[in-house]
């Protein structure tokens, strides 16, 4: 079936043909009864009867046929859509609609139905985004507040040795932390999914804003013994760097977190068509094919035992911002060899 430009389902061209046809045919019929009843009686009252009587006759023939074509072809599609749209309006998602194809053509109630049933789906699928988020967060939430309760009622025990409530108070401080990250993380992904965070376009020196940023994460590189190595070359861009700093924080965090001590990781900012362009990359665990194929999507971690800290949101930022900025980002990574991450901007 053709997907050019529906043709007009309610009245075309044809249809207009046909009812100047049935028109035309109803007068003219007229006229030739009038004709044949004046040369056959002689009284004007009975021609006059008989022509009214036809033409009743025919009108009423003409108004059944348009009856029967407006209810199949019009009334018919209308209340199909009408209970589909009704439908929706009431949560439900699964509804979809079988153009009917009238005359083998396809016309303006097709492309309705089929353009119902695509908002049907993406209804559908932002649905179940949505519902998995909730899930997904009220998971999250659950760990952090179940070991915030469990220790909070531990440490109301007065016979608790000093260094049991110093380790419990500490278990209470992370576990906080990890929820105030979480609710951090959580904002800045909305406020980023619905652009109310707007990229600003400044000159800005990205090589010393890089050089500072790393510098911030000095003392988690010293703490696990990673070794950095630094290509930063001068680079100044039309960008927003409080965008870029969320890309290198979680970049530089991941690569500390998953490398193991004695590890390395490498950074590196070059020019790049104008722009620049950023790599991280790490001599850590790796990630498998698959890991690689949903590392951006929210919530997701490698290692579903969390046996590292993280809420599987920092990736999911980092595409988001990527997106806004309208870079790239490509990874390239193999178990047990190391990660690179490479975060690409033109310039304008
Ligand atoms: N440098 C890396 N080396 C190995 N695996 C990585 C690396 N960066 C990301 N990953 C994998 O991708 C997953 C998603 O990363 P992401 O940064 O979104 O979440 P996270 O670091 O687990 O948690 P969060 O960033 O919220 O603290 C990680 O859980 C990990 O499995
Ligand atoms: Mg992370």
Redesign the pocket.
């Known amino acids: 079936m053709s997907r050019g430009s529906p043709r007009k389902a309610a009245f075309s061209v044809w249809g207009y043909i046909g009812f100047f046809a049935a028109t035309a045919f109803v007068a003219a019929c007229s006229i030739l009864l009038y004709a044949a009843a004046r040369a056959r009686y002689e009284s004007d009252t009975a021609v006059a009867l008989l022509c009214l009587g036809n033409i009743l006759f025919l009108a009423l023939v003409c108004t059944l046929i348009d009856f029967l074509r407006r209810k199949m072809f019009v009334e018919r599609p209308v209340r199909r859509i009408l209970d589909a749209t009704r439908a929706i309006a009431a949560g439900d998602f699964t509804v979809r609609l079988t153009p009917a194809h009238a005359w083998g053509k396809y016309d303006e109630f097709d492309a309705i139905m089929e353009n119902l049933n695509r908002m049907a789906a993406d209804l559908a699928s932002t649905e179940m985004l949505r519902t998995d988020f909730v899930a997904n967060v009220s998971h999250e939430i659950k760990t952090p507040l179940s070991v915030i309760c469990n220790y909070a009622s531990a440490l109301q025990d007065e016979a608790l040795p000093a260094d049991e409530r110093r380790a419990y108070a500490q278990t209470l401080a992370k576990a906080s932390q990890r929820l105030a990250r979480l609710v951090s993380?959580i904002l800045a992904l909305g406020r980023l999914e619905n652009r109310s965070q707007c990229a600003k376009n400044e000159r800005v020196d990205l090589s010393e804003a890089l050089r500072g940023g790393v510098i911030a994460l000095e003392r988690l590189f010293d703490e696990k013994e990673i070794s950095l190595d630094c290509t930063i070359e001068d680079v100044t861009v039309c960008t927003d760097v409080h965008l870029w700093e969320i890309v290198w924080n979680?970049l530089l965090?991941?690569?500390i977190?998953?490398t193991p001590s004695g590890g390395r990781v490498c950074v590196s900012l070059l020019p790049w068509e104008g722009g620049a362009e950023l790599t991280v990359r790490?001599t850590?665990?790796?990630?498998s094919a698959e890991?690689c194929a949903h590392?951006?999507e929210k919530f997701?971690?490698?290692?579903t035992s969390h046996a590292?800290?993280?809420?599987?949101?920092?990736?999911?930022l980092v595409k988001q911002v990527v997106d806004i900025l309208g870079g790239e980002i490509a990874v390239q990574?193999e178990p047990g060899k190391g990660?690179a991450?490479t975060v690409r901007l033109r310039g304008e």
């Not at 850590?284 to 990630?287: F, P, S, T």
């Not at 800290?309 to 999911?316: D, K, Q, R, V, Y």
């Open positions: 993380d979680n965090s991941n690569a977190k998953f790490d850590g665990c790796g990630m890991t590392a951006f997701y971690q490698g290692d590292q800290e993280g809420n599987g949101l920092g990736l999911a990574s990660s991450f």
